[in-house]
Each structure stands twice: as C-alpha cells, then as structure tokens.
C-alpha cells in the first residue's frame, strides 16, 4: 500500500476536498473517527475548537492518504483497521486529538484520507518528525499485519479473477459457454481475432484489462484449451463469438460503448455516472434505457445510435473549409 503524510492550516478546506463536497464523483463517506459533524463546516467547526487553545500553531492540520494496493477492494471494517493502525504507529494519542477517517471509492485504486487534528483536548501538540519515511515503513508493516494487504500490488484481484475463470471451465465447456459463465460472474472475457483466427484472450473486470498470459499458463487461450480443456473449434464457435461481440480485431480500439461498460451496467442495473451525464446533454433520458429492460442489444444499439447522431452533428457544424477531424466521444 502507499500512504502520503502532509500538514496545513485550513482544516474546512481538507475536509471539504476528503469528502468530495464539490462533485461527488468519488463516493465519500465518513467510515471512522471520533468526530461528530458529517460535513465540512460541521467537522472544521469541531476541529477550530481546540484551534483556540493554540492559535500560535502555523499547521494545526494533519491529512494523511492511505492507499491500497492496486485493484485491491477492503471494506469499510478493514479500512478502519488499517487507518487505527497507522495513527498508533506514528504514536498519535486518539483520546486525546480529533480524527475523521474517510473513504472513497476512486477506481482503479481506492483509498482513505485521515485527517488529524495535532491540537489535543489538553492543548498537547502531536509532533511529526520524519513523518514521511515513517510513513513508508509503517505501510510496510502494515502489509505484513494484515493478512487483506497485499505487498505485491494487484495480486489479491489478480487471483479473484483466476479462481472465476477457474469455475467458469468446469465440466469442459465449449469457448462460447466459458464466455457467457464468465460473464455473469463480473469478468468480461475479449478474444483477440486476427484474419479469422482467435489468437489470444484478455479478461476485464472492474474496469480494468488484464491478459490471459498475465495471469497464468492455464488461463492464457493455449492454456484453456491444454490444461483448463475449453473445447474451442473454429468451424463450429468463431461466428458465434463474433456476434455476439467477444472478438476485437487485434491491435483495434474497443469501439464504443464497450461490452464491459454494458455488460457493468446490465450487472448493476444502472448506467454509470459518466454515461448518463452525457446523455443528458446530448438530450436522451437516461430512465427511458430502465424501460427497455437493459438488454445487450437494447444498450449497444440505442448507445451507438446516439454517439454516431452526436458525431454527425457535430461534424455538420464545422467550416467545411476546416480540415476534416474526427475527435470521437470518450467517455
């Protein structure tokens, strides 16, 4: 994991920013401490009392960020763990000094911020010295304490996504079955075609690609077919699985929308955030997607319709004199 140690002097200014008051976008919520308020005015307020006491203090502030490791998911009871933790490394008296822990659910890498006061209710001041190396080596430790930390980053959601693929291969199935198994487990499997030819295979999940060959010998393509036995005949499966929109031709773009976002939305029964905030401002409701039951085909045809009228539009507009440029739609 990685954490970063800073000090200030505008404790509603870290508050606000940690709770993400301006946009929402990251999903913040308070998931420990021993703070009342809820928001920044009411936090900053409770902080600024024992302020007070020590006016003469230039950076009263405390903010520490603590990351996990890279697609590595803790719930809130094991971020409170690893937040405490910390604090009593670095020898803070909790008792004694205000703090609030936290969380946001920033993909691909979540994390918390802590934010400490260094004024105690007695007016002891909470000295850092060192505090950024301290930092480095406690996370360190942290990481053999507990046993949900992983010092190898990404390995923890590397081996989720081994075992679903594991499952998925049970009983020998054919490369279309092992597909759609995948996929109701979360895990979006892309088989990269080349000339008619199925020449390899990346999974996605969480928003993230990740290589057959990454993960393993048993879970590259080769692998699947040798050691997992996915029975895959060209003749009888390649048409299948291009229709319904497994293959990507090899060194191509994913076109948009991606069968990861759809198949994320259908998984969740929602459109992500990004996705309806387009939407609206090219003039769709977003509710009128829930009344077509959230069907693949539904998602992806009613979506590409509505990128490439966007795009025509936009391409109306311009001064044919202009050179032509086609700037696409990223989302």
């Not at 006061?117 to 996370?139: C, S």
């Not at 075609?193 to 996605?204: C, K």
Request: proline share 4%; glycine share 8%.
């Amino acid at each position: 994991m990685i954490g970063k140690s800073t000090t200030g002097n505008n404790f509603y200014g870290c508050v606000r920013y940690a709770l993400d008051e301006e946009d929402g976008c990251k999903q913040a919520h308070i998931i420990g401490g021993n703070t009342i308020g809820s928001s920044a005015a009411e936090l900053s307020a409770e902080f600024s009392q024992n302020r007070q006491a020590k006016p003469h203090i230039k950076n009263p502030v405390w903010h520490i960020a603590l990351s996990s490791p890279m697609h590595e998911r803790l719930n809130d009871a094991q971020w409170q763990q690893v937040a405490i933790a910390y604090l009593d490394h670095m020898g803070l008296d909790r008792n004694n000094h205000q703090y609030v822990v936290i969380r946001h659910h920033d993909e691909p890498q979540e994390h918390v911020h802590i934010v400490v006061n260094r004024i105690g209710e007695d007016g002891q001041i909470h000295h850092l010295r060192w505090d950024r190396l301290k930092t480095i080596q406690i996370t360190r430790a942290l990481e053999k304490k507990f046993d949900f930390l992983s010092a190898k980053p990404g390995e923890n959601f590397r081996q989720q996504v081994r075992s679903l693929i594991d499952k998925a291969t049970h009983g020998q199935p054919s490369l279309l079955t092992f597909c759609q198994r995948l996929e109701k487990q979360g895990v979006v499997p892309e088989l990269y075609q080349r000339q008619g030819r199925v020449t390899g295979i990346a999974y996605l999940c969480q928003n993230q690609r990740i290589a057959g060959s990454v993960l393993g010998r048993g879970h590259s393509l080769p692998g699947l077919q040798k050691i997992q036995q996915v029975d895959y005949q060209p003749e009888r499966d390649f048409d299948s699985l291009r229709q319904v929109g497994y293959t990507r031709v090899h060194g191509s773009k994913t076109p948009w929308p991606s069968r990861a976002q759809i198949a994320w939305m259908l998984r969740t029964g929602q459109l992500t955030p990004r996705i309806q905030q387009w939407m609206k401002e090219k003039g769709t409701d977003p509710e009128r997607f829930r009344e077509l039951g959230f069907t693949y085909e539904h998602l992806r045809d009613e979506l590409q319709q509505l990128s490439q009228r966007a795009v025509s539009r936009t391409l109306s507009q311009r001064d044919t004199s202009s050179k032509e440029k086609n700037t696409g739609l990223e989302l």
